[in-house]
């Protein structure tokens, strides 16, 4: 099942259209899972599948994992038996592997060195390879999980330390992978040699946080210290952090600039960047590029709401809030019979007339993705009485899957692949179509790359291992 299997359903039935996985980890913090569900919450636009967190007192693990949103896992009860100083949390959105509870995480085994919990964020590219001949060995898979791999050789390295394990292990893993592991108390922060999703370091009281984005500290009153480097394995005991090892660091950095136009949260701080100032340098580098004479930036709330304000910015014309979005689309959402095709968008985005009518509108969107929620909106609010509208994007077309953690359709399903500017244009029924340059969204955030843009150029820089010996599907190789 993919996660754009049903387009109209999908974007419709998620309180939020974001997926992919958050991770946090805590340690020398006082009922460090608490903390960890706090985390959780602020990060749950990075997964709404499951939630889970392994608490770790003494040594031994608890770990409690669900499928749904962190406020529906936990609970007071839930959180107070999961004691301990350090904590090990996942929120999960994926497509391979499916929903079961089975692949939610962390994942916790109890191996020859102690009970081990382990987060991972971003999509290994050659799981299915090293799982193979992990299987021939004699070993036994639980999940379908990529990340189960990494617990496998960890627990087969022959290094007398956790330490050699973990970096032995590293060895073997190809792709995207910011990893949160504990082994008994002890936590250990990784995040592959091109830092494709990001990973932060904070401090709270004595102890140490770490986590997917900076919005998760903060929610917890914890410092942002820095990011962990691309390479970068960190070991964090209660009030001791030692760096282990940067593992190849001549590899070119990657770190993933969909995070910045879309998935991570403006609040947040990653890569070194404001998640905010960059969406709004987006903003107006696609109003210097694509100018148009109109009355009025709205934004596709809420994730161009950054972009659309930069646009405001640089073109003069002011921001208005035409199209509100309901927050309250719950994943359970049950669809009555109806005929009206934009119906899903209709349910999700509500246009405000008094703001729309008579007037020339400029629309900003972060992404075109499939495209559909774009054409239906451009009717809403042709509906609602503009006289002209223009659509404007705030990155490239998108015109390849991506393979190291961000779930999108096929390239035959990608809007940006099967048509041109021209019959996108058309297709939308827009008075004008512009999107933003790669040249130009990389001017805009030059201070933070060279960054993964494989999506909007088919730059692949981690290779495509299972995907280049037939392993797996095109349309399987998405995971968290
Ligand atoms: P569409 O073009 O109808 O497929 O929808 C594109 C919109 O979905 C964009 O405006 C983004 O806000 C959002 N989006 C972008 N990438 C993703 C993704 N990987 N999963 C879900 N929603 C996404």
């Given at each position: 099942?993919?996660r754009y299997?049903?387009p109209?359903?999908?974007?419709?039935?998620?309180?939020?259209p974001?997926?992919?996985?958050?991770v946090?980890?805590?340690?020398?913090v006082?009922?460090?899972?608490?903390?960890?569900?706090?985390a959780?919450?602020?990060?749950?636009?990075?997964?709404?599948?499951?939630?889970?967190?392994?608490a770790?007192?003494?040594?031994?693990?608890r770990?409690?994992?669900?499928?749904?949103?962190?406020?529906e896992?936990f609970?007071?009860?839930?959180?107070k038996d999961?004691?301990?100083?350090?904590?090990?949390?996942h929120?999960?959105?994926?497509t391979?592997?499916?929903?079961?509870?089975?692949n939610?995480?962390?994942?916790m085994?109890?191996?020859?060195?102690?009970?081990?919990?382990?987060?991972?964020?971003?999509?290994?590219?050659?799981?299915?390879?090293?799982?193979?001949?992990?299987?021939k060995e004699?070993?036994?898979?639980?999940t379908d999980s990529?990340?189960?791999?990494?617990?496998?050789?960890?627990?087969?390295?022959?290094h007398?330390?956790?330490?050699g394990?973990?970096?032995?292990?590293?060895?073997?893993l190809?792709?995207?992978?910011?990893?949160?592991?504990?082994v008994?108390?002890?936590?250990?922060?990784?995040?592959?040699?091109?830092?494709?999703?990001?990973?932060?370091?904070g401090?709270?009281?004595?102890?140490?946080?770490?986590?997917?984005e900076?919005?998760?500290l903060?929610?917890?009153?914890?410092e942002?210290?820095?990011?962990?480097?691309?390479?970068?394995?960190?070991?964090?005991?209660?009030k001791e952090?030692t760096?282990?090892?940067n593992?190849?660091?001549?590899?070119?950095?990657?770190?993933?600039?969909f995070?910045?136009?879309?998935?991570?949260?403006?609040?947040?701080?990653?890569?070194?960047l404001?998640?905010?100032?960059?969406?709004?340098?987006?903003?107006?580098?696609l109003?210097?590029?694509?100018p148009v004479?109109?009355?009025?930036?709205l934004a596709v709330?809420?994730?161009?709401?950054?972009?659309a304000l930069?646009?405001?910015?640089?073109?003069?014309?002011?921001?208005?809030?035409?199209?509100?979005?309901?927050h309250y689309v719950?994943?359970?959402?049950?669809?009555?019979?109806?005929?009206?095709?934009?119906?899903?968008?209709?349910?999700?985005?509500?246009?405000?007339?008094?703001?729309l009518?008579?007037?020339?509108?400029?629309v900003?969107?972060?992404?075109?993705?499939?495209?559909?929620?774009?054409?239906?909106?451009?009717?809403?609010i042709?509906?609602?009485?503009a006289?002209?509208v223009?659509?404007?994007?705030?990155?490239?077309?998108?015109?390849?899957?991506?393979?190291?953690?961000?779930?999108?359709?096929?390239?035959e399903?990608?809007?940006?692949?099967?048509?041109?500017?021209?019959?996108i244009?058309?297709?939308?029924?827009?008075?004008?179509?512009?999107?933003?340059?790669l040249e130009?969204?990389?001017?805009?955030?030059k201070e933070?790359?060279?960054?993964?843009?494989?999506?909007?150029?088919?730059?692949?820089?981690a290779?495509l291992?299972?995907?280049d010996?037939?392993?797996i599907?095109?349309?399987?190789?998405?995971?968290?």
């Open positions: 099942m993919t299997s049903d109209a359903r999908v974007r419709i039935l998620d309180e939020s974001r997926d992919e996985c958050g946090v980890g805590i340690t020398g006082e009922r460090a899972a608490e903390q960890a569900f706090l959780l919450y602020a990060l749950q636009h990075r997964g709404q599948e499951s939630a889970g967190i392994c770790i007192h003494e040594g031994i693990g770990l409690h994992k669900r499928l749904g949103l962190a406020a896992v609970d007071g009860n839930v959180l999961l004691v301990g100083d350090t904590a090990v949390g929120v999960r959105y994926s391979a592997g499916g929903g079961q509870l089975a939610a995480q962390p994942i085994v109890r191996y020859s060195m102690g009970d081990l919990a382990i987060a991972h964020n971003g999509n290994l590219t050659n799981a299915q390879d090293v799982r193979s001949r992990l299987v004699g070993a036994i898979f639980q990529d990340s189960e791999v990494i617990i496998h050789l960890i627990a087969r390295s022959r007398e330390t956790v330490e394990q973990i970096d032995d292990a590293l060895t073997y190809e792709g995207a992978f910011s990893l949160i592991l504990s008994g108390d002890t936590l250990y922060a990784v995040r592959d040699p091109r830092g494709f999703r990001p990973l932060v370091l401090r709270k009281g004595d102890g140490f946080v770490v986590a997917s900076t919005c998760a903060d929610i917890i009153g914890a942002f210290i820095r990011d962990i480097e691309p390479g970068e394995v960190l070991k964090l005991r209660r952090i760096p282990l090892r593992l190849l660091p001549a590899l070119r950095q990657a770190p993933c600039i995070e910045l136009v879309y998935f991570a949260r403006p609040d947040s701080k990653i890569f070194g404001s998640v905010d100032r960059a969406r709004r340098a987006f903003g107006r580098q109003a210097r590029e694509h004479q109109a009355d009025a930036v709330p809420d994730s161009a709401n950054s972009a930069g646009f405001s910015e640089e073109s003069g014309a002011p921001f208005e809030l035409g199209l509100l979005r309901n719950g994943r359970t959402f049950i669809r009555p019979s109806q005929e009206d095709r934009d119906f899903s968008a209709r349910i999700k985005y509500a246009p405000v007339r008094e703001v009518e008579g007037r020339r509108v400029v900003v969107d972060d992404s075109l993705v499939r495209g559909t929620t774009s054409r239906s909106l451009v009717n809403i042709r509906e609602a009485g006289s002209e223009h659509l404007r994007i705030a990155s490239p077309p998108v015109r390849f899957p991506c393979y190291y953690g961000i779930d999108m359709p096929t390239k399903e990608l809007m940006g692949h099967r048509m041109s500017i021209a019959e244009e058309k297709h939308l029924g827009v008075d004008s179509l512009g999107y933003l340059s130009g969204m990389e001017e805009a955030v933070g790359g060279p960054f993964c843009n494989a999506c909007f150029s088919g730059d692949y820089t290779p291992v299972d995907l010996k037939g392993l599907r095109p349309e399987d190789a998405k995971c968290c």
